[in-house]
């Protein structure tokens, strides 16, 4: 059995739930390519997200996010990783919608705090609390990642390609994205 995938495939969700590599595992099990937003800009820009975000602002990163991923659903079909705020936009909520199908991770907040809670790579962490800064992201954006096109928990103890042939088997549920061949 394999697949041919019809539209591009956004991994949406908080930073912590998997996205890039959830993302890396559907591409290898779907044998398309995959792409990370957030890479696609840190190399147009020669720098990191975190000084992107540090000498520019978060709406210049913004801006530059939606062009990026403009660019990328135009492209051959592929997964694509977006960062934790790219969903947040109306405009990329439909640009995603128009062109591609979302995939939320929904990871619940003590398994992101477990993933990120270690690492210093996360702009909007670099706080005096970084807990607290996560919960009221989570509790604001939940209900715009709601909005996916398609919903796979993401919980601890799984591992990456099991969640990947969870969110592959999601996409067998949608033959206009993905049309599964003997």
């Keep these: 059995m394999g697949w041919v995938l019809k539209k591009t495939i956004v991994m949406v969700g908080m930073m912590g739930a998997g996205k890039t590599s959830v993302g890396k595992a559907v591409a290898a099990q779907l044998g398309v390519a995959f792409r990370d937003s957030d890479a696609e800009i840190e190399a147009a ?27 990328l659903l135009e492209e051959e079909p592929c997964v694509l990783s977006t960062g ?3 969903f947040l936009s109306a405009r990329n909520r ?14 619940d907040l003590e398994v992101l705090w477990n993933r990120v809670r270690h690492r210093d790579t996360r702009p909007l962490l670099r706080t005096a609390n970084p807990f607290a800064t996560l919960s009221g992201l989570f509790e604001a954006r939940v209900p715009i990642y709601a909005q996916a096109d398609l919903s796979v928990i993401s919980e601890a ?3 990456v390609n099991d969640m990947g042939a969870r969110v592959v088997r999601a996409l067998e549920t949608r033959p206009d994205v993905l049309e599964v061949v003997a």
């Design 45 to 71: 820009a020669n720098m990191s997200v975190a000084d992107i975000f540090a000498r520019d602002g978060e709406p210049f990163f913004r801006e530059r996010e939606t062009r990026v991923i403009r660019r």
């Design 84 to 86: 934790g705020g790219a």
């Design 94 to 107: 439909q640009m995603i919608t128009d062109k591609g199908v979302s995939v939320w991770l929904n990871a």
């Design 157 to 159: 103890g799984c591992s």
